[in-house]
């Protein structure tokens, strides 16, 4: 499993290491062969890799160190022109650089090249350019040489995109050796220029099509609006094993397939409906009747063996003749949203379902915020018999009735339920053990009395510590998203597509969320396992519809199926 570590958790984990047995000189070494090994899986796809041209930006530290062991080792095992590019000189005794030299591959200096012509041909003329500037110790904002040279490369990168067709895209293994081609940039550890632990990135920085980090992720690599510069993420292990003091212990994570895969529960042949849950979703109101739908579609796309919906009169009058599978649940409304008079009856409802989600299409009404306190206090409840249609309700309940009657499923919130939720006084005592809230940075902003730039540019510490106050599973959504327990563990999504940047996509969630809940996940695995499925099911979405630009919350529900697909196969 990949863990996530702060900068200074990292240098912490390369002491440890190094007490270990394991010198920084030998993780230098892993490092950069762990480079190299992937580069030459590039060169080998190139049409003509004896002509494969490489260019390594070399820095001061031990992310220069990194990429003058990965040019050597390119060098020795393939015939690409491999060229090296230093923002200072090395010491001639470095026995790095001296590998280098004995080489006899070519090596130039920024203060020799005064108007950067040299580094602007190497650039140019490059297929694969690595930058190995600067890692993880690096102080924002990029000054003097630094800023200069990565403002020539741009200018050189430039220059090639506007020579370039625009129908080739960068690093097309199409386009004939002849040409110079946009170079495919690989960053090392990170892209030079980026905070990897606020996500902050300097003005200068490179854009990389696929960034190699060394021994765990560091949370600005999923931090916007760094994140947009990493490209495709690997992890390499520097030699480090996962047992190394520090790193053992780490409580973030990235989720996997593998480990994704885990927590599914299984799908015995000779199982019935009732081996996986009853979800109920109470949702819906007269200007939001699609929201309930969409998430009663995702719960059974999830594996839920019942989803019932809970809604206003208008609500399933919409949406009963669109959703076959689910029943319907008619409850109580004033002028098309769901009333405080509901509440008793809900209750009543609940008791026999395995979770449930309120929230989506719920509007923002008083009547429906006095529902949601209701609901969440057990005193202000009235519980109501047993009833077969309609809101009448028998007079007789024993106390042992009453009492499982008060009693509410493990609960998903969402949407205006997370909105209504913030109005409620010291909101966060009320909710069960166990609870998930999925807001999006808005509805994360409004909970947390905060600003929504103070939320997206702390998004690591906020859901840690609002996890951890609030006693819930946060599932913080947006690029990236983030699920954090109680416990201070997080769980950071590596999705980060446009596809989900539209409305009904959180239903979609909140509606995997709540079937896989229903199916008897733990919270936090419901969560993640969800997550995970539903960043998935984006990305395929968009590529089925051929556009991530035009992908709607439908397609995303259509495409659970194949999400479960990959991840089982």
């Not at 630094?146 to 506007?162: C, D, F, Q, S």
């Not at 499982?404 to 969402?414: G, M, R, S």
Request: net charge negative; charged share 20%.
């Amino acid at each position: 499993m990949i863990k996530v570590v702060s900068v200074e958790q990292m240098r912490q984990i390369e002491a440890a290491a190094d007490s270990a047995g394991i010198s920084y000189a030998e993780m230098m070494d892993n490092a950069g062969s762990a480079i190299a090994s992937r580069v030459l899986d590039l060169i080998a796809k190139l049409p003509d890799p004896a002509e494969a041209r490489v260019t390594l930006l070399i820095g001061p530290g031990k992310n220069g160190g990194d990429g003058l062991v990965a040019g050597r080792v390119i060098a020795e095992n393939s015939g690409a022109l491999v060229r090296f590019y230093l923002l200072a000189r090395r010491d001639e005794t470095d026995p790095l650089f001296k590998a280098v030299q004995d080489h006899g591959l070519f090596v130039a200096n920024a203060e020799d090249d005064q108007r950067y012509r040299v580094l602007t041909n190497m650039v140019a003329s490059a297929h694969i350019l690595i930058d190995a500037l600067f890692g993880i110790g690096l102080t924002l904002p990029l000054r003097d040489t630094a800023a200069k040279l990565l403002r020539a490369v741009h200018k050189a990168l430039e220059v090639n995109e506007e020579s370039e067709s625009a129908a080739v895209r960068a690093f097309s293994l199409a386009q004939p050796m002849s040409q110079a081609p946009h170079p495919y940039i690989l960053a090392v550890d990170c892209p030079s220029g980026l905070d990897c632990d606020s996500g902050e990135i300097d003005k200068n920085a490179l854009n990389a099509d696929e960034t190699i980090t060394m021994i765990a992720a560091k949370p600005g690599l999923f931090t916007f609006p760094g994140a947009a510069a990493v490209g495709n993420l690997s992890i390499a292990s520097a030699g480090v094993p996962a047992s190394t003091d520090g790193l053992k212990e780490a409580t973030s994570v990235v989720a996997d397939p593998d480990s994704v895969r885990a927590l599914l529960p299984p799908r015995p042949a000779d199982a019935h409906k009732g081996s996986y849950g009853k979800a109920l979703i109470i949702g819906g109101s007269i200007n939001y009747t699609g929201a309930p739908g969409l998430s009663a579609r995702a719960a059974y796309r999830s594996g839920a063996g019942l989803v019932s919906v809970g809604a206003p009169e208008p609500t399933i009058r919409a949406l009963a003749s669109h959703l076959f599978e689910a029943t319907w649940l008619l409850f109580p409304h004033d002028m098309g949203v769901l009333s405080s008079s509901a509440a008793p009856l809900i209750r009543k409802e609940a008791a026999s379902y395995s979770a449930m989600l309120l929230g989506p299409g719920w509007g923002r009404e008083d009547t429906t915020r006095d529902l949601l306190a209701k609901l969440l206090d057990p005193d202000a409840a009235h519980p109501a018999a047993r009833r077969a249609i309609g809101f009448t309700s028998s007079a007789n309940t024993s106390e042992a009735d009453q009492a499982e009657d008060n009693k509410l499923p493990p609960l998903v919130i969402d949407a205006d339920g997370l909105f209504l939720l913030a109005q409620l006084e010291d909101w966060w005592t009320r909710l069960p053990e166990g609870t998930i809230l999925t807001p999006h940075p808005g509805e994360m902003a409004t909970l947390a009395g905060m600003d929504i730039k103070d939320v997206q540019a702390q998004r690591w510490e906020i859901a840690r510590a609002k996890a951890q106050e609030w006693k819930v599973i946060l599932v913080l959504k947006g690029a990236h998203t983030l699920i954090a327990a109680p416990d201070g563990r997080i769980t950071v999504l590596p999705f980060k597509t446009s596809a989900l940047a539209t409305a009904g996509t959180g239903d979609v969630l909140a509606g995997t969320i709540v079937g896989l809940r229903a199916q008897g996940l733990a919270p936090f695995d419901a969560a993640v396992a969800a997550g995970y499925l539903h960043g998935l099911a984006g990305e395929l979405a968009a590529q089925q519809i051929g556009s991530e630009r035009s992908v709607i919350a439908g397609d995303v529900v259509e495409a659970l199926a194949s999400a479960f697909r990959l991840l089982e196969a």
